[in-house]
């Protein structure tokens, strides 16, 4: 039997898993989940005969080492910086490697030992990046094959909840890591460019600059700039481009809520907040507002961001319980950021039969004969529940079926890459079909960047 082995069973790794037991005794599979506890693993394998579920700590290499060495192929679901480790030992123990994770400049400086040894270390295969990466330039090579020349390229996608699970006023749960919501943006400023002209937004600018978007019959959202759309045009080999931009998708209003955090300074990541286990919700919001001996915490923070008490904006942070003198943090010398995150926490997490949805829309605008034409291409995919989520199926799906690929020899270029060339995404969007994941596309009349699609 061929050993896939799995490091990780977070949230996302539940249709990897599905799917992979589901093919095992066609493809003769045995899968080993490591992990640092077995109890996600142990459910998700419900006693299936071909898996087993071991503890891993990524953190001891002998064990490490040895579950590595015994793979025939090495699925690494564990955050991007816990990968370099066990992407050096698939080198040295000739396994080929598969992450869902943006390529890191380390991961990318084992480029030549990986194409040395014939490996196949493909990242960036899970939904964004990934199923991004593969839908885009799937189109993208169909205009340039046709003699068109690309003239825009705008891309979003977001993971929000599902319209039958939406009962909150910022109609936003988690369906993914929610560090990772909490610190969206920071880092740099959102870089892009818009007809020929370098654009750049601060970060305490970007939730305020948003593109409103009608994504094919799902309704109207709005998307706030990524960090750095620039590198995606030799990514996608785009270099003289004169539009290029990649947004995160919400729905419209949650961008300009989540700029009172911003601008209190409660998504701060870089110091800890003294006595933060003992401190109320009220407490914690107290922090950013100036003293006063008579002014409530309420009335202060209306005042120091103008927010009327009947604005919406006043209603989604009171939904929020932040107010609350009784609800404690219970975090040891916590960040600001990881406060917030602990509040978020108590609305945003998914019941149990929460449905999530993953929305993704890409823009083309080319010039074919002297003419100018455009196409919208989107994706909308519901989970299934808090374990078989939306985000969960369309981040372990494309693994799962690179996976297999690589194994069986259809993927076998050598070297660290993401899926970008035909031979990895045709295939892997082709497989994906049969699972729902499908763009519709349709062409459009050619409108361009509209600067009228940027609020604030």
Request: proline share 3%.
């Amino acid at each position: 039997m061929k050993n896939i082995l799995i490091i990780g069973a977070g949230k996302s790794s539940s249709y990897l898993i599905k799917y992979l037991l589901e093919k095992s005794d066609e493809e003769n599979l045995h899968l080993t989940i490591g992990d640092i506890s077995t109890e996600n693993s142990n459910k998700l394998i419900n006693n299936h005969k071909n898996a087993e579920s071991v503890v891993l700590d990524v953190f001891n290499e002998e064990q490490r080492k040895y579950f590595i060495n015994k793979a025939d192929i090495v699925i690494s679901m564990l955050p991007a910086r816990f990968h370099l480790e066990v992407a050096k030992d698939c080198i040295t123990y000739n396994k080929n490697l598969v992450t869902a994770s943006y390529i890191s400049k380390e991961m990318k400086e084992l480029d030549e030992k990986v194409k040395r040894k014939g490996l196949v270390f493909m990242n960036e295969i899970g939904v964004d990046p990934g199923i991004d990466h593969m839908s885009a330039m799937q189109v993208i090579d169909n205009i340039r094959n046709n003699g068109s020349k690309m003239l825009l390229f705008e891309s979003f996608t977001g993971g929000l909840v599902a319209p039958e699970s939406d009962d909150n006023l910022w109609n936003y749960k988690f369906t993914w890591n929610p560090r990772n919501v909490v610190l969206a943006g920071q880092g740099g400023a959102a870089m892009f460019i818009q007809e020929g002209t370098y654009k750049y937004i601060p970060y305490h600018k970007l939730f305020r600059r948003t593109e409103f978007l009608n994504v094919n019959g799902s309704g109207k959202f709005e998307a706030y700039a990524n960090r750095d759309s620039l590198k995606y045009r030799s990514i996608y080999g785009l270099d003289n481009i004169p539009t290029m931009y990649r947004g995160t998708i919400r729905k419209i209003g949650f961008s300009r809520a989540w700029n009172i955090f911003v601008q209190l300074g409660m998504t701060d990541d870089s110091y800890t907040i003294e006595n933060s286990e003992n401190m109320s919700y009220r407490d914690f919001v107290n922090l950013f507002l100036a003293y006063s001996p008579s002014d409530s915490v309420e009335l202060k923070l209306r005042s120091y961001l103008k927010i009327d008490q009947d604005d919406v904006m006043w209603e989604k942070l009171v939904e929020l319980d932040v107010f609350n003198p009784n609800k404690k943090i219970g975090l040891k010398n916590a960040t600001p950021a990881q406060m917030l995150q602990k509040i978020l926490s108590d609305s945003w997490t998914l019941k149990e039969d929460d449905k999530d949805m993953i929305v993704m829309q890409h823009i083309f605008g080319y010039e074919h004969k002297g003419k100018k034409h455009q196409i919208e291409s989107s994706l909308v995919v519901i989970g299934e529940n808090q374990t078989y989520t939306a985000m969960a199926k369309t981040v372990g799906l494309p693994v799962g079926i690179a996976a297999l690929k690589i194994l069986k020899g259809e993927i076998k270029t050598p070297g660290v890459q993401r899926p970008i060339t035909k031979e990895v995404y045709e295939p892997i969007l082709n497989e994906l079909k049969n699972y729902g994941i499908k763009f519709t596309e349709k062409k459009v009349p050619f409108l361009g960047y509209n600067p009228n699609h940027i609020t604030g």
